[in-house]
């Protein structure tokens, strides 16, 4: 066996230095001696580096994995043991070599290969052992998932003003839609008063009797503007909106879940199906039900609505009031259904 050492090549020489006990093999474990044990004379001596040291056994500086190696033995090097301890025996092999190895990885003498001659291999280049470079994963996924953990953080944080932003913007769109329907009625009456023709009126001559009274003639009907589109969604979404507070208050509960549309998507992530069947326990379990809906603030985009308002409950067993939002679209048949309920 040649003998080779990285990184500059030695005459073969007496090594000494500490390998894992964990890496050597003895009789005294076959017959079932602690693996770890103080110095002492037991395992001192020459021995052979195991077979199952593949591809060779690391020589470190110190007794421990995270220490770098020097060298690395081949099966079959005779090392001299000087020291075990804690499963690191410390050895000297041909070449000049000395350190600590791992002891499960020596052998008796002529009980592994029988081979005499010693090899030496380089150190490996990749440089800390397997055990160092866990740590650093290790340490790696900590940051990863600390980092994963502020991501979150940030993307709850924005969604959350996104949420803001978008309920402030819907409550303004809901103003100007609001103005813009005043503003067109106020249009409509200024147009039907300008179409009115002045009552004719004759003053009474004085002394003289006053003559007969002229009778006004007919007016003309005034030509009414036509309602603009928007103006009419906004009327059915607010319709539709107090009819199921009515249904709800009347407990029909046919009639009640008739409003909401197929892909309708609970608040709660739960199933269209178990969603109504809750709904048709909980209107059903009182004996009265009294829904009121106060600032109701609509906005409505195409086929698209949006409504909000103060939502008051009161039942013989349960009363609430809270802030809440629902999302109707204009179905095929021209109704609108809610696909969508909040509570803010």
């Not at 052979?48 to 220490?67: D, G, H, I, M």
């Not at 041909?94 to 499960?104: E, I, L, Q």
């Amino acid at each position: 066996m040649t003998a080779r050492r990285s990184p500059r090549p030695d005459t073969i020489r007496s090594v000494r230095g500490w390998v894992c006990a964990l890496a050597l093999t003895s009789s005294s474990l076959a017959l079932g001696a602690p693996l770890l044990q103080e110095s002492g004379p037991e395992g001192v001596g020459e021995r052979s580096v195991s077979a199952a040291a593949q591809p060779c056994l690391n020589v470190r500086t110190k007794p421990s994995y995270r220490a770098l190696p020097t060298a690395c033995l081949e099966a079959g090097t005779r090392v001299t043991v000087s020291v075990v301890s804690g499963g690191w025996s410390q050895i000297s092999a041909p070449g000049d070599v000395s350190g600590w190895v791992g002891t499960r990885f020596l052998v008796d003498e002529g009980s592994d290969s029988g081979r005499e001659t010693a090899a030496i291999a380089p150190a490996p280049e990749s440089g800390p052992a397997g055990t160092e470079v866990d740590h650093r994963l290790a340490d790696a996924a900590i940051k990863i998932a600390a980092l994963e953990a502020e991501l979150t953080e940030r993307v709850r944080a924005l969604t959350a003003e996104r949420d803001s932003l978008a309920r402030e913007l819907a409550r303004t769109e809901a103003q100007v839609l609001y103005l813009m329907a005043d503003l067109e009625k106020t249009r409509a009456e200024l147009m039907r008063l300008k179409g009115i023709p002045p009552k004719l009126v004759i003053p009474e001559p004085e002394p003289e009797p006053a003559p007969p009274a002229v009778e006004p003639e007919p007016e003309e009907p005034a030509e009414e503007l036509p309602i603009s589109p928007e103006a009419i969604a906004l009327e059915e979404v607010v319709g539709t909106v107090l009819a199921w507070a009515r249904a709800w208050s009347e407990q029909r509960v046919d009639d009640y879940l008739a409003f909401y549309s197929d892909a309708f998507r609970p608040p709660g992530g739960e199933g269209l199906e178990s969603w109504a069947a809750l709904r048709r326990e909980r209107l059903a379990a009182p004996s009265s039900i009294q829904v009121t809906l106060d600032q109701i603030v609509p906005v409505v985009r195409g086929d698209r609505a949006g409504v909000t308002f103060v939502q008051s409950y009161t039942s013989d067993t349960f009363s609430d009031s809270v802030s809440k939002t629902l999302v109707l679209e204009r179905a095929a048949s021209g109704d609108w259904q809610i696909v969508e309920e909040r509570v803010e």
